[in-house]
């Protein structure tokens, strides 16, 4: 593997040695880096946040996948469905860490 992990399956998906439902099975499997600044809580913190200059793409994070879309190498199609498994499983994570917070 040359990349990250996204790209490399992005890679496969393009050139046919994956398919979408692999892809997107690998895409629920892995775990997603989450960004560091907490989003807006207010209308003034979302003003604020205007003025500053966006974060800089995640490695091997779904900022990959928004950019192979800009880039015209994957379709609109297979994008949603890559986006509805990384959200599943964010969720699924969300789940584990909050019973294992109850559990304690």
């Known amino acids: 593997m040359t990349g990250s992990e996204v790209t490399d399956l992005l890679t496969a998906l393009r050139d046919g040695s994956m ?3 692999e892809v997107a099975q690998r895409f629920r499997e892995r775990s997603w880096p989450r960004r560091q600044t907490p989003p807006a809580a207010t209308y003034l913190e979302l003003a604020a946040s205007v003025q500053e200059d966006p ?3 995640v490695p091997g994070s779904f900022d990959e996948v928004t950019a192979a879309l800009y880039r015209g190498e994957i379709t609109n199609d297979a994008y949603d469905v890559l986006a509805q498994a990384m959200a599943e499983s964010k969720r699924a ?3 584990r860490s909050a019973d294992s917070s109850d559990s304690h």
Request: charged fraction near 65%; proline fraction near 11%.
């Open 19 to 21: 398919s979408l439902d």
């Open 55 to 57: 974060e800089p793409d």
């Open 93 to 95: 994570e969300d789940r």
